[in-house]
């Protein structure tokens, strides 16, 4: 199957998992586990050796029906790759997403509803594993969790992590953000949030989900955006909540009004463990699939959580920096920063001190930056190696080194005092006013022009043996 434009894709096929799927398994980045691998550990500890490598699939795992996927992203050209579009290309579509909308279409059934348990048990009806080594237990982490404005049926798209608690019960931390703002509403009108988890979407739902978008913007209408087309959905069979017809798993509840339960410790994007806490609790009312559904998991702290909160942020920073300063170029949550806390920005630089400037405005722009790092346009933001470099060769401490006391950081920071963090900017840029080779980069001449197959033998033990045996003569 030929990846198709977002548009094309859309109206010859809903846009769902199994498309993403077919896709990677044309191109061999599809690989297939034994059947029977165990859920807890087993299953994560080999998603977790192949996570920059492929994605994988678990037939029967424990020996359950329901097969669990993992690894959706092992690589920014993939993500770009799910929506359409080349990598260079991919902050651009999702911004222009972002901007224009396309609001979801609801249809009277979807193949998400074939099969429906309204008497719930997690466990032994899905295929949920334990990650992290001490993981509280077994823990749904690529779920959609979508909840409902109370007083405005807006709609709101997120992930959190769901910790199995019991037969019908999931702990859920809800951090200061827009489905805690829903559940405060609701508490005020003296009533449970109804919520649906979404197990199981094509990949422009994942993103979408993790876009820095207003309060009561339909997450859902940027994913319509990225595909090219509106979001099929239809509503939950025990609550008001809409849901992504082409589905493969709905998980239907309620985060119930004024109970807290433990939960934790779970394996974070930081690769540290969030701690156990008592925290807000899930009761599910019904469960339903596709008849021969897919379980989508994603190792907590692993490359594809990383990258899927990542690049969406980045796309928002991106944006949010190009209103005050147009010559911001790109912008890029390295691997090493946990794709949240550290930010390299890429500048056409036309002033000294404009450095400065943009840092702050970072800073601003999320509370979980914690290290700003802004270049030159010769430096490849995608290479920790460049961006070093960078470092080493063009910023001075005692000049060039922001420092911010006790601002608001990420809570999931160890560092942390229950979130107040310092902030740190580097300004790694070239004066303007520099002669033209004190920060000239070296090149070497025709090197881009160099075609390896032309200049080099084909054969080169037999070109060395026929050298020695020259010099031997």
Known sequence: MQMQTPTRTAAKTPADLRTWLACLAERGKLAIAR???????????????????????????DGHEIPVVANLFAGRDWVAESIGVTEDQLL??????????????????????????????????????????????????????????????????????????????????????????????????DQALEIAIVIGAHPALMLASQAIAALDEDEMGIAGALLGSPVDVVKCRSNSVRVPAHAEIVIEGRILQGVREPEGPFGEFPQY????????????????????????????????HLILGGVPREATLLQHLRRSFPNVLDVRLT????????????????????????????????????????????????????????VATRFQADR???????????????????????????????????????????????????????????????AVARLLAETRA
């Open 273 to 304: 463990y969030g701690p156990r806490a008592n925290r807000e609790v899930i009761e599910i009312d019904a469960i339903t699939h596709r008849k021969y559904p897919i379980f989508h998991t994603i190792v907590g702290g692993g490359f594809e």
């Open 92 to 189: 651009p579509r999702f911004l222009a997403a972002a901007s224009h909308p396309l609001p979801t279409r609801e249809v009277p059934s979807g193949p998400v509803q074939e099969v429906v348990h309204e008497d719930v048990d997690l466990l032994r009806q899905l295929p949920v594993p334990k990650h992290n080594e001490r993981d509280s237990g077994p823990y749904i982490t690529a779920g959609l969790l979508i909840a409902r404005n109370p007083r405005t049926g807006v709609q709101n798209v997120s992930i959190h992590r769901c910790q199995i608690s019991g037969k019908n019960r999931i702990g859920v931390l809800l951090l200061p953000r827009h489905t805690f703002s829903y559940y405060r509403l609701a508490e005020e009108l």
């Open 35 to 61: 059947e029977g691998i165990g859920l807890a550990d087993e299953l994560a500890a080999i998603a977790k050796r192949l996570e920059c490598d492929s994605a994988v699939l678990f037939p029967r795992p």
């Open 335 to 390: 691997r090493g920063g946990t794709c949240r806390y550290h930010l390299a920005i890429k500048i056409d630089k036309a002033n000294d001190g404009e450095p400065k400037n943009i840092m702050m405005c970072a800073f601003g722009a999320h509370y979980d930056i914690k290290q700003v790092i802004v270049v030159d346009k010769d430096v490849d933001i995608s290479s920790s190696e460049e961006i070093e470099w960078a």
């Open 400 to 462: 060039d080194l922001v420092v911010v006391s006790g601002a608001l950081g990420s809570k999931l920071d160890p560092t942390t005092d229950n979130g107040i963090s310092a902030k740190m900017g580097l300004d790694a840029t070239a004066p303007v006013s520099a002669p033209e080779l004190a920060f000239k980069r070296i090149r070497v001449k025709g090197e881009e022009d160099v075609d390896l197959a032309t200049v080099l033998q084909a054969d080169p033990g037999a």
